[in-house]
């Protein structure tokens, strides 16, 4: 379980001293994979941040299995925006890294397991290509695979769909619940689509604006379902969100 407990940020700097996230409290059951989507600004990459280790001084506590959350004692998988991949690295290079990274032997088990995912993903044949050799869902892929490969504790994904297109994206969006749904890793993701948090999210946190607080944690009826869009509550859920953020932009 991961508990999140009067978590507050501060970005301090000689001139002034921004708040960024005010008092957050969070309980995420094991193997759940939330959305976190909020107004531009509002703390979303700041608490991912928090959870990916990157920031470490914080007010509160974040606790996974009731030990404190850090990068030192937990696997940790974040996949950013552009993808993280080092780009004088091959695709199966970018794949293992985490491993080499951490002098971890890597047998014949975890280059078989990497080959199935890459499968799945149908990048198997892009495995000696370099990433400026690749498109912008091809690249999403090779990250997917790298961190399901490190089986992480907890993974983390910053707007990690976002800058694909429409149809890719989709497509994107459906490969990652397969996967997700074989390995059932902790997953936060940060979106700003209403419609990727009602289908990837089987709970959707909304958060409103600096400094960032949580202003409704919802379990979604809609999760998993490739239908979403034609189910009566559909709408109704959408326009809430859509209301929640809307006020959050106003403030
Ligand atoms: P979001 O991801 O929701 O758009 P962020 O977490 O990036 O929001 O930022 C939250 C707030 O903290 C914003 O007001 C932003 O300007 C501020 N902020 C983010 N990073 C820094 C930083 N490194 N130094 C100072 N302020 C920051
Ligand atoms: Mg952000």
Redesign the pocket.
């Known amino acids: 379980m991961i508990q999140i407990k009067n978590l507050s940020v501060f970005y301090r700097s000689k001139r002034e001293n921004i708040k960024a996230l005010n008092k957050i409290n969070l309980n995420v059951h094991n193997s759940d994979i939330c959305a976190i989507i909020g107004p531009?600004?509002c703390?979303?990459?700041?608490l991912?941040n928090v959870l990916s280790g990157i920031i470490t001084e914080y007010e509160g506590e974040v606790l996974l299995d009731s030990k404190s959350l850090s990068p030192h004692i937990h696997k940790i998988g974040l996949i950013p925006?552009n993808f993280g991949l080092l780009p004088w690295k091959t695709v199966e290079e970018n794949c293992l890294l985490s491993f080499k990274i951490k002098k971890e032997k890597i047998n014949s088990d975890i280059l078989r397991k990497m080959d199935i995912l890459m499968e799945k993903l149908n990048i198997y044949h892009l495995k000696k290509r370099y990433p400026s050799e690749l498109s912008g869902g091809q690249k999403q892929r090779v990250a997917i695979v790298r961190s399901f490969l490190m089986k992480p504790d907890i993974l983390l994904l910053?707007?990690a769909f976002s800058a694909l297109d429409a149809i890719i994206k989709e497509e994107a969006q459906e490969l990652f619940l397969n996967i997700w749904s074989e390995n059932k890793i902790n997953t936060f993701f940060?979106t700003h689509s209403i419609d990727e948090a009602i289908y990837m999210g089987k709970k959707i946190i909304i958060m409103s604006n600096t400094p960032g607080e949580i202003i409704e944690v919802i379990d979604n009826p809609m999760f998993n379902n490739k239908k979403y869009r034609e189910e009566k509550k559909y709408l109704e859920l959408y326009l809430h969100i859509k209301n929640l953020i809307k006020k959050g932009w106003d403030n």
Request: aromatic share 0%.
């Open positions: 531009s600004g703390g979303k990459s700041t991912l925006q910053d707007e940060v």
